[in-house]
């Protein structure tokens, strides 16, 4: 770099001129430079102080990230719903739902917002997050409902058209799959 170059033009003419007949002041080999991309070696003959010119020095290394407790970072979307006084199963809300289908579920009202729908709404936003915080059993149930929207996309993928992707996702519905706790969950 300049440093280089200006101490080279302190030295004395023929002093120069010796070392680059020789091949510089390495011996023949050419002189050596740090860049990002490793070290790099000008070609003898002079030309090492115009390559040094172009290099960029590399930068100092960064410091470590400082550990996950200590890093700012921003909370995935949790459930409206935590508030709400419904019966629990495995630390799991029993939410109500809009559906006409009778089961354990109570029906939602007209016009309210059930844990599907935050699930959809939320889920652009929570799939991206890394860890998610649960606050209550209607967190928990929007977790397990975002993970099985990730996989109705997932096998989605594979449909032509409307038909064929009502049949996947029918098949989907019915397919056994791991409980926490069991093997392959």
Same mark, same amino acid.
């Given at each position: 770099?300049?440093?280089? +170059?200006?101490?080279?033009?302190?030295?004395?003419?023929?002093?120069?001129?010796?070392?680059?007949?020789?091949?510089?002041?390495?011996?023949?080999? #050419?002189?050596?430079?740090?860049?990002?991309? *490793? =070290?790099?070696?000008? %070609?003898?003959?002079?030309?090492?102080?115009?390559?040094?010119?172009?290099?960029?020095?590399?930068?100092?290394? %960064?410091?470590?990230?400082?550990?996950?407790?200590?890093?700012?970072? !921003?909370?995935?979307? =949790?459930?409206?719903?935590?508030?709400?006084?419904?019966?629990?199963?495995? *630390? !799991?809300?029993?939410? %109500? &739902?809009?559906?006409? &289908?009778? #089961? %354990?579920?109570?029906?939602?009202?007209?016009?309210?917002?059930? &844990?599907?729908?935050?699930?959809?709404?939320? $889920?652009?936003?929570?799939?991206? $997050?890394?860890?998610?915080?649960?606050? #209550? *059993?209607?967190?928990?149930?929007?977790?397990?409902? =975002?993970?099985?929207?990730?996989?109705?996309?997932?096998?989605?993928?594979?449909? *032509?058209?409307?038909?064929?992707?009502?049949?996947?996702? $029918?098949?989907?519905?019915?397919?056994? $799959?791991?409980?926490?706790?069991? +093997?392959?969950?």
């Amino acid at each position: 770099s300049s440093s280089s +170059s200006s101490s080279e033009q302190q030295r004395p003419r023929g002093e120069r001129a010796s070392e680059r007949a020789s091949g510089g002041a390495s011996g023949g080999r #050419g002189r050596e430079s740090q860049t990002e991309s *490793g =070290t790099e070696r000008a %070609p003898p003959g002079g030309a090492a102080h115009r390559h040094e010119a172009r290099s960029r020095p590399i930068p100092p290394h %960064p410091s470590p990230p400082p550990p996950s407790s200590e890093r700012s970072k !921003m909370p995935a979307y =949790t459930s409206t719903l935590n508030e709400m006084s419904v019966p629990q199963v495995c *630390g !799991m809300s029993v939410l %109500p &739902i809009k559906t006409s &289908i009778r #089961g %354990p579920a109570p029906q939602a009202r007209d016009g309210e917002e059930d &844990i599907i729908d935050e699930a959809i709404k939320f $889920f652009r936003a929570n799939i991206l $997050f890394a860890s998610f915080d649960v606050h #209550g *059993g209607a967190d928990r149930a929007l977790l397990y409902l =975002t993970l099985y929207i990730s996989q109705c996309l997932k096998r989605m993928e594979k449909a *032509g058209n409307k038909a064929s992707g009502n049949k996947i996702l $029918f098949e989907l519905a019915k397919e056994k $799959f791991p409980m926490p706790g069991e +093997s392959g969950w």
